[in-house]
């Protein structure tokens, strides 16, 4: 999976991750990404809002580490083929881009990291990333399906 490049989503999901990000405005939204790999990359298929416990969460975030666990307990009972496969957060009035507080904090490699940016309009930009090793976020395409 070294070399895959592109994160889809579907609509559901890229809509739960925009209407968090508008919502938590102007603090920063979190979730988890569900999803499966794919030979060209990864498929996102749900989008869990979770709590963010960072302690300024206009400046951070920190995700629930209880919602990560109780996901990964449902969808390994489940049996399919679906699993935690990373997480998005929002920007509040910035891009989407890794920030060095995000860098410092990327120390889990495999995870797919989705940033969207928010402002009083609602989310904006989004980018994703690949954490190949640690402190390191690759850019790999993100293409959500559209709307239907
Ligand atoms: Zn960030």
Redesign the pocket.
Known sequence: MAAASAVSCTADAWRTVREHAATAWPR?ACGLLIGHAMPEGWRIVRAAPAANRASDPAQ??ELDPGARAAWQRRLREAGGAEAVIGHY?S?PG?APR??A??RARAEEEGLIWL?VAADTAGAGAAAAFFAEAAHTLRGVSFLPDAES
Do not use: L
């Open positions: 920063e951070a975030f957060h920007h910035g890794p920030s507080a995000d940033i």
